[in-house]
T-cell receptor, first 114, second 111 residues
């Protein structure tokens, strides 16, 4: 029973393409997130949704568009992929808004843009 | 903006040696969380500290929160090869009230 699952696990694509990553959590959490982890392992928040509403939108190119159809799902669509988008993208969820609640991370999606 | 600094960036130890990673914040934290990420894996929550001066233990791991709630440490006694991974601290306080992660300490253990 995977608590936070994201697909695909690996994504290799060419510059300029559009791709999506999907995330689902079965923990009943209200808040979901997308984090980006670069090659130096730095974890940086991109977006946060609470009950389908966007609550955090860090400085991210508008080529990245999150979508939350319901509170159990948070997808990430990326337009016109660039080399610098190569990273591991983690979906996460928490009971509250993450300030006082542990984050539960998915297994990550390793995106490679060539 | 608030920063969470973590040192050292890397630590190589012989199995059986102790290991400590330190986390410092530029501002007072309401709480601090610690995560472990195994190589190729995802961050996994270890613990949350809330009270000033708090000390919590999980087997060989000891977590401390400073009196001023601006620093924290994770100490592992007698490391094992299973302790290998990157340890992150995280505290609230991003520009939009989100959790800020330190850059992590990567621990390698030589058997």
């Amino acid at each position: 029973d995977t608590a936070v699952s994201q697909t695909p696990k690996y994504l290799v694509t060419q510059m300029g393409n559009d791709k999506s990553i999907k995330c689902e959590q079965n923990l009943g959490h209200d808040t979901m997130y997308w984090y980006k982890q670069d090659s130096k392992k730095f974890l940086k928040i991109m977006f946060s949704y609470n009950n389908k509403e966007l609550i955090i939108n860090e400085t991210v190119p508008n080529r990245f568009s999150p979508k939350s159809p319901d509170k159990a799902h948070l997808n990430l669509h990326i337009n016109s992929l660039e080399l610098g988008d190569s990273a591991v993208y983690f979906c996460a969820s928490s009971v509250g808004q993450g300030l006082n609640s542990p984050l539960h991370f998915g297994n990550g999606t390793r995106l490679t843009v060539t | 903006g608030q920063q969470v600094m973590q040192i050292p960036q890397y630590q190589h130890v012989q199995e059986g040696e102790d290991f400590t990673t330190y986390c410092n914040s530029s501002t007072t934290l309401s709480n601090i969380q610690w995560y472990k990420q195994r190589p190729g894996g995802h961050p996994v929550f270890l613990i949350q500290l809330v009270k000033s001066g708090e000390v919590k233990k999980q087997k060989r791991l000891t977590f401390q929160f400073g009196e001023a709630k601006k620093n924290s440490s994770l100490h592992i006694t007698a490391t094992q090869t299973t302790d290998v991974g990157t340890y992150f601290c995280a505290g609230p306080g991003g520009s939009q009230g989100n959790l800020i992660f330190g850059k992590g300490t990567k621990l390698s253990v030589k058997p």
